[in-house]
């Protein structure tokens, strides 16, 4: 089978394009012909060492477009510039479904197309619509064009009337969304939650598969040599969270549940890997709070690391934490914590926790709740048997269920059915 996996940005270390390129490598493994397909490809920065043996094709390279939270605050500047990017968008998946064409305008090349991540549906509708081959699209976030419904409708005040006028000028690119979500013949989701979302706004049925981790990878790495190079002793507990740094991940959340630990007397750090240009203002705002609360000395930024220095980081911690909120689908990195056998801890309001069992495989906290997280600390620093237990538990799940290879063969089952229908 001839697959063309198509993603819109390859432009440096994240769950998205990990998604794309894993799941592409293991096709072709299976004995598929995989070929991955992006408007924006940074070569050198956007996991050299899988892409290296792959068939990857992009429009350009690395753009240097400016975050939204960068955009001057002037009335209706950030809302022009929002709708600009739709526009941008709209043109380069256009480019992007035509140079999937090209050379073979009478007979498509691909016999199925495999979107992965955000508004990349529309480049495969668009193919569809021309060549009539079968989309199967992991939509990885509920996202639609014109922002949460949900959140328009608990909105109040100055808010709701600023999303309103949004709904209402984004309406073009919400129309256009819905018409391409509903072109696929089969949409793949990673949790119960965005499933029920998909069904309430787009009227259309999902399957869920769970995104796989890279498991041999992450069962060996020298945290030691971690903990040297930032200077925490190795008697220090250490957590740790691996994200694009933006305000859904709740990094408030572990900031402050440090805090209480800290005035307990307890001997924390915490690490933090991660890109910071996706929200610059929101990390600014970390750091001030850091500072305000005389966590300095306790808490790293370590930026992005290159893929084969992960699994160091994740051996050099003794928890990992994963706070995000419900506008977080998934959570490949906690997974792969599990992976390096390190226990979790995990919001109940991401998509994460629906996979795990609290006290078991995990230990799952109340949302927005840096008191769930110290506690969370604290039963794991202080019972050492619960927190073998639930790194054992928790590597015995990932090994049995969350392989790319697993999640590679339920996607090439929809394929088959999609191409049957």
Same mark, same amino acid.
């Given at each position: 089978m001839k697959i063309a996996v198509l993603v819109y940005s390859l432009d440096g270390i994240g769950g998205i394009a990990k998604h794309a390129l894993c799941v592409a490598r293991e096709y072709t493994r299976l004995g598929h012909e995989a070929t991955v397909w992006a408007v924006e490809w940074n070569r050198e920065g956007c996991y050299p060492r899988m892409t290296a043996e792959m068939d990857v094709r992009s429009l350009r390279g690395p753009a240097t477009r400016p975050s939204l939270e960068r955009t001057a605050r002037l009335p209706g500047v950030r809302m022009a510039a929002y709708l600009a990017q739709l526009g941008k968008y709209t043109v380069d998946q256009n480019r992007l479904a035509g140079r999937l064409a090209e050379g073979n305008a009478a007979q498509p090349e691909y016999d199925v197309i495999n979107p992965v991540g955000n508004l990349v549906s529309w480049a495969a509708a668009g193919y569809k619509r021309a060549h009539g081959t079968p989309v199967v699209w992991m939509c990885c976030d509920f996202w639609p064009p014109a922002g949460h419904p949900q959140a328009l409708a608990g909105a109040g005040g100055l808010r709701k009337v600023k999303d309103s006028v949004k709904a209402g000028l984004a309406l073009p690119f919400e129309r256009y969304d819905r018409d391409c979500v509903r072109a696929a013949d089969e949409i793949v989701v990673l949790s119960e939650r965005v499933k029920a979302q998909m069904a309430g706004h787009y009227g259309v049925q999902s399957s869920i598969v769970r995104a796989g981790v890279e498991i041999e990878m992450l069962q060996r790495g020298d945290g030691a040599r971690v903990r040297a190079r930032y200077g925490i002793?190795?008697?220090?507990?250490?957590?740790?969270?691996? $994200?694009?740094?933006? %305000?859904?991940?709740?990094?408030? &959340?572990?900031?402050? =549940?440090?805090?209480?630990? *800290?005035?307990?007397?307890?001997?924390?750090?915490?690490?933090?890997?991660?890109?910071?240009?996706?929200?610059?203002?929101?990390?600014?705002?970390?750091?001030?709070?850091?500072?305000?609360?005389?966590?300095?000395?306790?808490?790293?930024? $370590?930026?992005?690391? %290159?893929?084969?220095?992960?699994? &160091?980081?994740?051996? =050099?911690?003794?928890?990992? *934490?994963?706070?995000?909120?419900?506008?977080?689908?998934?959570?490949?990195?906690?997974?792969?914590?599990?992976?390096?056998?390190?226990?979790?801890?995990?919001s109940g309001a991401n998509g994460l926790a629906e996979a795990l069992e609290n006290g078991k495989t995990a230990l799952v906290t109340a949302s927005r709740s840096p008191q769930g997280i110290a506690t969370a600390v604290r039963r794991l620093g202080d019972e050492p048997g619960l927190a073998a237990s639930i790194a054992r538990q928790g590597a015995g799940l990932v090994n049995e269920r969350y392989s790319w290879r697993s999640n590679a063969e339920q996607m090439v089952s929809l394929f088959e059915r999609a191409r049957a229908r």
């Amino acid at each position: 089978m001839k697959i063309a996996v198509l993603v819109y940005s390859l432009d440096g270390i994240g769950g998205i394009a990990k998604h794309a390129l894993c799941v592409a490598r293991e096709y072709t493994r299976l004995g598929h012909e995989a070929t991955v397909w992006a408007v924006e490809w940074n070569r050198e920065g956007c996991y050299p060492r899988m892409t290296a043996e792959m068939d990857v094709r992009s429009l350009r390279g690395p753009a240097t477009r400016p975050s939204l939270e960068r955009t001057a605050r002037l009335p209706g500047v950030r809302m022009a510039a929002y709708l600009a990017q739709l526009g941008k968008y709209t043109v380069d998946q256009n480019r992007l479904a035509g140079r999937l064409a090209e050379g073979n305008a009478a007979q498509p090349e691909y016999d199925v197309i495999n979107p992965v991540g955000n508004l990349v549906s529309w480049a495969a509708a668009g193919y569809k619509r021309a060549h009539g081959t079968p989309v199967v699209w992991m939509c990885c976030d509920f996202w639609p064009p014109a922002g949460h419904p949900q959140a328009l409708a608990g909105a109040g005040g100055l808010r709701k009337v600023k999303d309103s006028v949004k709904a209402g000028l984004a309406l073009p690119f919400e129309r256009y969304d819905r018409d391409c979500v509903r072109a696929a013949d089969e949409i793949v989701v990673l949790s119960e939650r965005v499933k029920a979302q998909m069904a309430g706004h787009y009227g259309v049925q999902s399957s869920i598969v769970r995104a796989g981790v890279e498991i041999e990878m992450l069962q060996r790495g020298d945290g030691a040599r971690v903990r040297a190079r930032y200077g925490i002793s190795q008697s220090s507990f250490v957590l740790l969270t691996v $994200a694009l740094l933006m %305000p859904r991940r709740r990094i408030e &959340d572990v900031i402050r =549940a440090l805090r209480l630990l *800290v005035d307990e007397g307890r001997d924390v750090r915490y690490l933090l890997v991660g890109g910071a240009y996706h929200s610059p203002e929101y990390v600014q705002a970390l750091k001030a709070e850091i500072v305000e609360c005389g966590l300095s000395e306790q808490v790293v930024f $370590a930026g992005e690391v %290159p893929d084969d220095e992960l699994a &160091d980081h994740y051996h =050099a911690c003794d928890a990992f *934490v994963w706070a995000a909120d419900e506008n977080q689908s998934w959570g490949m990195a906690g997974l792969e914590a599990l992976a390096a056998r390190r226990p979790l801890i995990v919001s109940g309001a991401n998509g994460l926790a629906e996979a795990l069992e609290n006290g078991k495989t995990a230990l799952v906290t109340a949302s927005r709740s840096p008191q769930g997280i110290a506690t969370a600390v604290r039963r794991l620093g202080d019972e050492p048997g619960l927190a073998a237990s639930i790194a054992r538990q928790g590597a015995g799940l990932v090994n049995e269920r969350y392989s790319w290879r697993s999640n590679a063969e339920q996607m090439v089952s929809l394929f088959e059915r999609a191409r049957a229908r």
